[in-house]
């Protein structure tokens, strides 16, 4: 069963927009979740998780349990933050599954 | 580099031979997983270990795959008989325990012709 929808492949802003990259995710307990990044070339990396509720990079996300949401957001987009972005939901202490991913482009 | 390393990066191998891959975790990570990636697809859990003890697998995990983690460190993965639909990338993460950031490595792509 799908457990993390990313329901956009493909992204596209401008420089200097804001961006939002939609996750919502099925799981009846208390999940934890995560967003991860890869740029290009480089290894799948942990971007933020939501009980930290910090801003990296600019971006930040706000787990909505009454949507099942965990959409990640920046007000102003930057060139370098194209790159591929994965939703992923934690169960318990288990492994965690990750959605299909978002391709964002940021076009100057 | 101190972070997970993976070996081999690429490998190409003919239908029906059997392929291993190696991940050596950060040091004292006691969690290991391995993930496979299809293109156009997020990585999908395969397996993970806690220490040596392999705590769960997937059902994508057929009979022609195996994992091990001997001595709580590095782990292998090996595909038995390999088909033309176990080519992908296979990634290898650790983290620390349960709670805590899981680092992924470069990943292993495999190519079955």
């Known amino acids: 069963a799908q457990r993390v929808t990313q329901p956009e492949k493909l992204l596209s802003v401008f420089k200097g927009a804001p961006v939002e990259l939609k996750c919502n995710y099925s799981y009846s307990g208390s999940p934890e979740l995560f967003w991860y990044v890869q740029y290009s070339r480089q290894r799948l990396q942990l971007l933020l998780r939501?009980?930290s509720r910090e801003s990296i990079k600019g971006f930040t996300a706000d787990l909505n349990k009454g949507e099942t949401s965990f959409h990640l957001k920046k007000p102003f987009a930057q060139e370098e933050d194209s790159a591929m972005y994965y939703c992923a939901l934690r169960e318990g202490n288990n492994d965690m599954r990750f959605g299909a991913g978002t391709r964002l482009t940021v076009k100057p | 580099d101190t972070g997970v390393s993976q070996d081999p990066r690429h490998k190409i191998t003919k239908r029906g031979q059997n392929v291993t891959f190696r991940c050596d975790p950060i040091s004292e990570h006691n969690r290991l997983y391995w993930y496979r990636q299809t293109l156009g697809q997020g990585p999908e859990f395969l397996t993970y270990f806690q220490n040596e003890a392999q705590l769960e697998k997937s059902r994508l995990l057929s009979d022609r795959f195996s994992a091990e983690r001997p001595k709580g460190s590095f782990s292998t993965l090996e595909i038995q008989r390999t088909e033309q639909g176990d080519s992908a990338m296979y990634l290898c993460a650790s983290s620390i325990d349960e709670n805590t950031e899981a680092f992924f490595g470069q990943g292993t792509r495999l190519t079955v012709v």
């Open positions: 939501h009980i």
